[in-house]
């Protein structure tokens, strides 16, 4: 009762505010400054940082910034289709959501709020292995194509039952991660002690009273939990840093025989989250994945690795006519991801482009997001002369 009032006029007082914010961010820039606003410094960051230096995770979006498009004029460009089809999904734009984990904690919405507003954008919703709303949930309320993005876990039994709530719900596409064999050197989540769920702490009890809407909001919602995993995991003591969950959980003895057997087992579509390489770009093919989504994770994986829209061509060039090749991380602007579709890639993806706006207000800043990506795409095209996506070529662009 009392908990109820108290939503009510926190959601009173607060929706005008957010609102108005939400509508005065016109990129990611502007939604990253309202989450880092919003939400307790550990959250924040835990979203918003990388390994090591940051090398990579700087990289992977100035690396759109040393080449440039080329546009052709007087081309008719009143109608513009942005649909495309990806591992046998078609999606009404190319960039779709990448799965994230543990989205609760960003805002109480979650999963429910990313998974409805893709839908509403006509393209696929990722989910994590690590998400925090039910894959049968998911499955029964969103039309539009859905990914399960899975870890690799040593229980056998796990990854069984994962398979067997993807295909009850009715999950499209499979993507098993393949670079987090262990995991990357966070420095940001050891400064702020970032764990799941929430440890208190002196420092985090700090951040909670300086940010109450989201306090309230996280204390007085459904209980953290970890649905997918929970019937394998000891939720009284789930209290861990992803160190620990890579190193204690996931199989490092992974190899290309188990990703093979596990396409054979899944038997829709599969592809691979976070090939960098050619040779292994080769072996996706061979194993008969559908997809290969290229990918340092975001650059919070191994820093100095190469950014994904640097590799792109070489990989295209080498199996992008036999493979759906994805191009993820980095991506901030409609024109980037006109750029990696002018090198050859199928779609892109992309994961902080949408987080921060979940942090910022809900189903409602996921929206907004998607809503300014894909205006930048439709008048991108237009100002290139396209008018759709196969339009685009590396006719249309060039390096410095
Ligand atoms: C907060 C956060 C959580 C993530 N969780 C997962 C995860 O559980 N599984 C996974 O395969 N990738 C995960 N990723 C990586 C994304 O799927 C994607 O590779 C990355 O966000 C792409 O880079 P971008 O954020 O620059 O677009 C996560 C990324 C972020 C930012």
């Not at 393949?178 to 700090?206: A, K």
């Not at 060039?317 to 890639?345: M, N, P, Q």
């Not at 993806?349 to 809503?371: F, I, N, T, W």
């Amino acid at each position: 009762m009392f908990k109820s009032f108290l939503l009510s006029v926190l959601e009173i007082l607060s929706l005008k505010n957010i609102f108005n914010k939400i509508n005065d961010c016109h990129n990611t820039e502007d939604f990253r400054k309202l989450a880092k606003s919003k939400l307790p410094a550990p959250i924040f960051h835990y979203i918003d940082g990388g390994a090591d230096d940051e090398i990579t995770l700087r990289r992977n979006t100035e690396a759109y910034e040393q080449c440039d498009l080329i546009p052709n004029v007087l081309a008719g460009v009143e109608n513009i289709d942005l649909s495309t089809t990806v591992m046998g999904q078609k999606i009404d734009m190319p960039l779709f959501c990448s799965p994230t984990a543990v989205q609760r904690l960003f805002h109480h919405e979650g999963e429910r709020a990313v998974s409805k507003a893709a839908e509403k954008f006509g393209t696929m919703f990722g989910i994590s292995s690590l998400g925090t709303v039910g894959l049968a949930e998911i499955g029964s309320t969103i039309n539009t194509p859905k990914m399960f993005q899975l870890y690799y876990h040593k229980d056998r039994g796990l990854t069984e039952s994962m398979l067997e709530q993807c295909h009850e719900a009715n999950f499209d596409v499979l993507a098993l991660t393949v670079d987090t064999i262990v995991t990357g050197n966070r420095e940001r989540d050891l400064r702020t002690g970032f764990t799941m769920p929430l440890r208190l702490s002196l420092s985090s009890l700090m951040s909670f009273a300086i940010h109450p809407t989201w306090a309230i909001n996280y204390f007085t919602h459904k209980k953290f939990d970890l649905p997918i995993l929970k019937d394998h995991i000891n939720e009284a003591n789930f209290v861990v840093n992803l160190g620990e969950y890579f190193t204690s959980m996931l199989d490092q003895s992974m190899n290309w025989n188990d990703a093979e057997e596990l396409r054979k087992k899944w038997g829709k579509e599969f592809c691979l989250k976070g090939i960098m390489s050619v040779e292994d770009a080769k072996r996706a093919v061979d194993i008969g994945a559908t997809g290969i989504i290229v990918s340092n994770h975001g650059g919070r994986q191994l820093d100095g690795s190469r950014a994904p829209f640097d590799q792109l061509s070489e990989i295209v060039d080498a199996v992008g006519d036999k493979i759906d090749v994805i191009c993820e991380g980095g991506i901030t602007r409609g024109t980037h991801v006109l750029k990696a579709l002018s090198l050859g890639a199928k779609a892109c993806s992309g994961g902080k482009m949408y987080l921060y706006a979940l942090a910022a207000g809900g189903q409602r800043g996921v929206e907004k997001a998607l809503s300014n990506l894909q205006s930048e795409m439709i008048r991108d095209m237009k100002l290139m002369g396209c008018t759709k996506v196969s339009d685009l070529s590396r006719n249309n662009i060039r390096f410095r």
